[in-house]
T-cell receptor
Framework: GAGVSQSPRYKVAKRGQDVALRCDPI?????LFWYQQALGQGPEFLTY????????KSGLPSDRFFAERPEGSVSTLKIQRTQQEDSAVYLC???????????????FGAGSRLTVL | AQKVTQAQTEISVVEKEDVTLDCVYE???????LFWYKQPPSGELVFLIR??????QNEISGRYSWNFQKSTSSFNFTITASQVVDSAVYFC??????????????FGTGTQLKVEL
């Protein structure tokens, strides 16, 4: 597609429920990233995929968070047993991944806003 | 550890005024990249500029200009003759190369710019 598409745009979950957030990156983009943005804060890195391989998951806050990209395109971020502190906007970004490491320009989606009651 | 500081939480200006958004960063890397992104109310982060650590020339793009000073670890952003459409949150980010050729962005907390008529 023309841009990075995320769904759902808004999700309200009761504490303890599982949620799944979807990201459809720009076609042909090798690299895919998930970021978490709390209210009034900058985005914080969660995890990174190169094609289907998850190369860095150092930012995932707990083992309740799980991300996958099984065919190297669409990615899903799953949060199990949601807690109130999980409330945030979850941003997905993709890049061609061909530039020198560190130089890649990330294209972001509009995000999925998760509210946990 | 990498760190980006945007000390200005919120700035309000009247249309046509010039405004400068400050960004100070910390890194131990000798090669790094700096970015500015704009986040309008729609939520999508929009790429504005990328600058590598070896290029200290100032850059101008229309009403936007950037001043990179390695000696003070600053990468400031100036909007000349501001317009209402410039109202958004602006993020400065520092890139760190990670495994596999990707890059992890460390964002500042953002500066909310409000341009009023």
């Amino acid at each position: 597609g023309a841009g990075v598409s995320q769904s759902p745009r808004y999700k309200v979950a009761k504490r303890g429920q599982d949620v799944a957030l979807r990201c459809d990156p720009i076609s042909g983009h090798v690299s895919l990233f998930w970021y978490q943005q709390a209210l009034g804060q900058g985005p914080e890195f969660l995890t990174y995929f190169q094609n289907e391989a998850q190369l860095d998951k150092s930012g995932l806050p707990s083992d309740r968070f799980f991300a996958e990209r099984p065919e190297g395109s669409v990615s899903t971020l799953k949060i199990q047993r949601t807690q109130q502190e999980d409330s945030a906007v979850y941003l997905c970004a993709s890049s061609l991944g061909l530039s020198r490491a560190g130089a890649n320009v990330l294209t972001f989606g509009a995000g999925s806003r998760l509210t946990v009651l | 550890a990498q760190k980006v500081t945007q000390a200005q939480t919120e700035i309000s200006v009247v249309e046509k005024e010039d405004v400068t958004l400050d960004c100070v960063y910390e890194t131990r890397d000798t090669t790094y990249y700096l970015f500015w992104y704009k986040q309008p109310p729609s939520g999508e982060l929009v790429f504005l500029i990328r600058r590598n650590s070896f290029d200290e020339q100032n850059e101008i793009s229309g009403r936007y200009s950037w001043n990179f000073q390695k000696s003070t670890s600053s990468f400031n952003f100036t909007i000349t003759a501001s317009q209402v459409v410039d109202s958004a949150v602006y993020f400065c980010a520092l890139s760190e190369a990670i495994t596999g050729g990707g890059n992890k962005l460390t964002f500042g907390t953002g500066t909310q710019l409000k341009v009023e008529l």
